[in-house]
């Protein structure tokens, strides 16, 4: 027989455990209970333990539910990775980023590096490191922009036995190819070309045949090159040009 008075079976079934430690030790300790149980868990997360809530009034992040708030929720790592992410559903990924806002500006995705890569992907198996896709009209399943003040490079693509680059379909270079117009009777013109040098490289074509006229040269230089005919056009002649560096 007891003398701590404990619960009778009775008792453990028509009422809760904590209304019979109230009736037994009276509210005020359990109001001790509960804060001497705050500073434990608070010395938990000072000590690198895991807590289950957050030690303020946030609320906590649940599994399986979509948790939402106005700021932002940051996870970090000294030593590892900052957050890890793993699917083995196909057609689901690891980490998956999703841009809602109506106006532009936004990223799904958005990677920041001082030395490194903002985002690196590697393809093991049979997948690719990086994949894009875009299903609107005008848009770009890749888009790369180069500010850098000295000159950088938007993309840059390597192999050591494949193909760098590998292109189905047209390719376009807007400001490093286009179409000029030769005046009749003048053998030799000067194209604009903004950024090239004299050590870039001219290819030039003829697209419409004039007889006994063909292009001598294309002559690089600074911001602009040469383009010279065999001869004088009889009428306007029309030439198709692209320059690589």
């Given at each position: 027989m007891s003398d701590r008075n404990e619960p009778s079976g009775g008792e453990r079934a028509g009422h809760?455990?904590?209304?019979?430690?109230?009736?037994?030790?009276?509210?005020?300790?359990l109001f001790i209970g509960a804060a001497a149980a705050s500073a434990g868990l608070a010395a938990d997360m000072v000590a690198?333990?895991?807590?289950?809530?957050?030690?303020?009034?946030?609320?906590p992040v649940l599994l399986g539910k979509q948790n939402v708030t106005s700021g932002a929720t940051s996870v970090g790592s000294t030593n590892s990775n900052g957050i890890e992410g793993h699917t083995h559903t196909t057609g689901k990924s690891g980490v998956a980023g999703l841009d809602f806002n109506k106006a532009k500006g936004s990223?799904?995705?958005?990677?920041?590096?001082n030395h490194g890569n903002g985002v690196f992907g590697i393809g093991i198996g049979g997948g690719n490191g990086v994949g894009a896709h875009s299903n609107?009209?005008?848009f770009n399943a890749l888009f790369a922009v180069d500010s850098a003040k000295s000159g950088g490079t938007a993309v840059l693509a390597q192999?050591?036995?494949?193909?760098?680059l590998h292109a189905e379909g047209?390719?376009?270079?807007?400001?490093?190819s286009g179409l000029h117009m030769v005046p009749g009777g003048q053998r030799s013109v000067s194209i604009q070309v903004p950024?090239?040098?004299?050590?870039?490289?001219?290819?030039?074509?003829?697209?419409?045949?004039?007889s006994g006229v063909h292009i001598e040269g294309a002559e690089p230089g600074e911001e602009s090159f040469?383009?010279?005919l065999s001869k004088h056009p009889a009428e306007p002649l029309r030439v198709a040009w692209f320059v690589l560096e």
């Open positions: 809760s455990l904590t209304a019979w430690a109230r009736r037994r030790y009276g509210r005020r300790a690198g333990g895991a807590a289950e809530a957050a030690p303020d009034a946030a609320k990223q799904g995705v958005y990677g920041q590096t609107t009209s005008g192999s050591k036995h494949g193909l760098a047209k390719v376009k270079m807007s400001t490093a950024g090239m040098s004299a050590s870039s490289k001219v290819f030039a074509s003829i697209q419409q045949a004039q040469t383009l010279t």
